[in-house]
């Protein structure tokens, strides 16, 4: 089935977890494109082209929270500000272990995941994004 | 004789000096209660009671010989019924051609110790008063130290929330990170026997462990710069710039770095802190700078005057000032971001380093009372002005020398 590809975008400034995240999708196998941002401009200005191109959005936006210039938190309120975009699903994904931030998300039902400790968790969090790639 | 002191609104009698009463007016006699032929001839004891006899010839009289005058004596006349009559006298002299005739005019000062009473009871309420406006200008006084001393340590209370906050965030999320990438590179070196893929996570754990020591390094020079008391001394502004900027050009001997800098006048800060700031703020110029061009820096200063309240509300007083700017000609930034600049570890551009230097410049600027503004468009540089006490002894000479150099720098 020549199936469309599918994109995750992924914003987080790290290049370790961006890797790392790299890594965990090509082990699950399932020809989902990952494409970075390292911040929110970078990714808005995504957003933007594939948009005037008529081009697929994101079947998912994963989000971390701490980063430079605009936090995880700013992209999301962007995101829901705008027609089209806050119909994507969005996730975060982050080392912050705040129960303030895992309440802020989980009031607006946003799926929240701590960033793993190791490969095995990696790997479950990794299936749960692609459950909700669909 | 009479006829001329009749009628007269004051007392008169003239008498010899063996005290004969030669002359008395109708008003005398009217308050002495005597005729007037009672009195001419008559002795001048008979209107003096014993204590004004004594006074009388014990200093009035020695006075008037003496002086020839005699002016606002106060004497006790008495009546004919004994009663006595609170007199004020002037008295003068006229050699006659056989004798010396002494003139007496007076009033009657019946309400003088009432109005000497209200006098005095006035001059005690103006005593009280005064002593009440000393004991209300202590009281300011005391008042505006005390506010100043609430403004030292409500400021230092906020520094120190304002540390708390950047510990926790240190705690939760700075020495998180690399931890978690600690425990999750282990864990696939672990598992994975890969030599090639082994060799790049040992890579990783290498920079995660060099990311963890500039952490704690930073947060060991935020901890000290929270914690150390502030020495004052003089410092030299111009010299201290120039120091840093030599130490910049030998750390990069390959780059041309320019700095045009006004003369300056001395601050008053700690020379140690004041160095890390201007190291930070100046390795940033050169650490931003646009390829291929050399680093320009201008530094310029002028002198004002700002409030030294800096937390309680309402309370004004006025400290002078020395603003310093330092301007590069650097790739800048967007000025949406140019509060966050100041937080610690927080960066604004990709790779540029700890994210420490800010948010340490902001330290030592609020432990001299003053503070630090960034001002950046992308592609046009980056201004760091900053505000640190001005050096002013005391006397007048150094008033005036900072005006001269006020005026010197702001022409």
Known sequence: ?134 | MKNVYAGLPCLFFSSTDDGVLVEVNDTLCHHLQYEYTELIGQKTEKIFPVSTRIFFQTHFFPLMKMQGYAEEIFVTLQAKDKTQLPVLLNATRQPGDSKTISLYAGIVVRNRKTFEDELLAAKKAAEKALQENTALLAAQRELQARTELLDQQMSLVNKQNEALRQYNHIVTHELQEPLRKLFFFTNILVENEDAESSNKNIQKLRSVAEQMRYTLTGLQQYVWLTETPVKRTPVNVNTLITSVINELQKEAPALTINCSAETLPQAEADSVQLHLLFREVLKNAVSFRKVDEAVTIFVTGSLLQRNKFRSVAGQFSLAPFLKIQIRDNGIGFDPAYQEQAFELFRRLHANSGRGVGLALCKLVAENHEGSIQIDSQPGEGTTVSMLLPFLLGDGEATANEAKTVAEKITN
Not at chain 1, 1 to 24: F, G, P, Q, T, V
Not at chain 1, 35 to 53: T, V
Request: aromatic share 8%; with cysteine; proline share 4%.
């Open chain 1, 1 to 134: 089935m020549a199936n469309k590809a599918k994109i995750i975008l992924y914003i987080d400034d790290d290049s370790d977890d961006r890797e790392i995240l790299a890594d965990a999708l090509e082990r699950a196998g399932e020809g989902v494109e990952l494409l970075f941002a390292e911040n929110g401009h970078q990714a808005f200005d995504f957003l933007a082209e594939q948009q005037k191109n008529n081009r697929p959005l994101p079947c998912l936006i994963i989000l971390d929270l701490n980063m430079p210039l605009l936090d995880g938190k700013q992209i999301f309120e962007k995101l829901k500000d705008d027609v089209v975009l806050s119909k994507v699903p969005v996730l975060i994904f982050t080392s912050s272990e705040k129960t303030q931030d895992r309440a802020h998300f989980s009031d607006q039902s946003i799926p929240f995941f701590t960033k793993p400790f190791n490969v095995e968790n990696m790997t479950r969090v990794v299936n749960e994004m692609l459950t909700i790639c669909g």
